[in-house]
């Protein structure tokens, strides 16, 4: 039986306002492109504290995994800081196959809730993961998830090297 | 509901970012992702193409800030960059190729009749939107989905008030004929 005139596109309108579940990562992902125009990168290392306002911003966001080149060398590994947000966290650890995903060699330090660590690494495709609380498994929200982890946990993808970098 | 009611206090986060505070930038992207996005997911009709041109759009509106003239109304300022965006990214070969994928997946994964039932639905919505000229489905989806004003859609789109009026109209008529055909099928 037809419905009344209309009444099919009305229901196709109550379809079509339910929320639509959008990448949870686009969020960091908008903020990382944003925080590369505020903050442009200069050579030479620098303090955790002087990237503060773009860590700030990533703070709104919960928890965010910024990566990028912090000093470039033409014969040393770039070197990569890595970033997450997690005020309610006891302890941070940086876990990849950089470090043969071992907790005690890349332990993050805090100030204010944003965990930081900074590792050398040479070009190359490498997956990454953080364990928060020495128990808790995330990945990146903003960076490619990596698909091909035998182990079932959640880990991400950092290229080296590449575009990706 | 128009834009300007779900705005309260852009102009203050608006004025925080051009102050130096980007952390402002993140308290407007989170207000506004999930609105804007789903009007990008339907009027582009891929997902991943809908992020990209939502992402981009944020981004846009980031650098172009000192352009916003009017901060409490960022909110549809920003409407019209996405708009502008989903318009050049011409995915509708892409929600064509990529719909038969997606929904073989999600049919195939469903058990339940209900739940095929719904995802047969859902599928037939996206369809009879997919064949609507881009300028009927972006009239439509701001008049009926997002719930603009005309007035508002006329300031995004650049179109004009009647002409808008008449493209919701045939986007109706167009769309009952492709969903009673669906149920016939």
């Known amino acids: 039986m037809f419905e009344q005139e209309d009444d099919i596109v009305e229901r196709m309108i109550r379809q079509l306002r339910r929320p639509v579940a959008i990448d949870p990562g686009l969020d960091a992902r908008v903020m990382r492109e944003i925080a590369d125009d505020a903050q442009p990168q200069a050579p030479g290392r620098r303090p955790l504290l002087r990237a503060w306002p773009w860590l700030a911003a990533a703070a709104v966001l919960g928890a965010v995994v910024i990566a990028r080149p912090w000093v470039r060398g033409s014969d040393n590994p770039d070197a990569f800081q890595f970033v997450l947000v997690a005020p309610q966290a006891s302890s941070v650890s940086l876990v990849g196959d950089f470090n043969d995903w071992d907790p005690a060699r890349s332990p993050m330090q805090t100030a204010h809730g944003v965990w930081a660590t900074v590792v050398p690494l040479a070009p190359g495709r490498y997956r990454y993961a953080f364990l928060v609380n020495g128990i808790e498994w995330r990945a990146d929200p903003g960076a490619p998830a990596a698909g091909d982890d035998e182990f079932g946990t959640p880990s991400s993808v950092v290229t080296v090297g590449g575009e990706g970098s | ?185």
């Open chain 2, 1 to 185: 509901m128009g834009i300007d009611r779900v705005e309260a206090g852009d102009a203050e986060l608006v004025r925080r970012v051009r102050a130096g505070d980007i952390g402002a930038y993140g308290a407007l992207v989170a207000r506004y992702r999930d609105r804007l996005g789903r009007y990008a997911v339907h009027m582009i009709g891929d997902r991943e193409d809908a992020e990209e041109a939502l992402q981009d759009s944020f981004v846009r509106a980031y650098r172009s800030l000192a352009r916003c003239n009017d901060p409490a109304r960022f909110g549809a300022w920003l409407y019209g960059i996405l708009v502008n965006r989903c318009r050049t990214t011409g995915a509708r070969a892409a929600r064509r190729r990529r719909l038969f994928v997606r929904d073989a997946d999600a049919l195939n994964g469903a058990s339940h009749p209900d739940q095929m039932e719904r995802l047969e639905w859902t599928d037939t919505v996206e369809r009879a939107l997919a064949r609507l000229a881009p300028e009927y489905r972006e009239a439509f989806l701001l008049k009926h989905v997002e719930d603009l004003e005309y007035e508002e859609i006329a300031q995004l789109t650049g179109a004009g008030i009647s002409a808008l009026k008449m493209r919701v109209m045939r986007a109706r008529e167009q769309l009952q004929r492709f969903l009673r055909e669906a149920e016939h099928v």
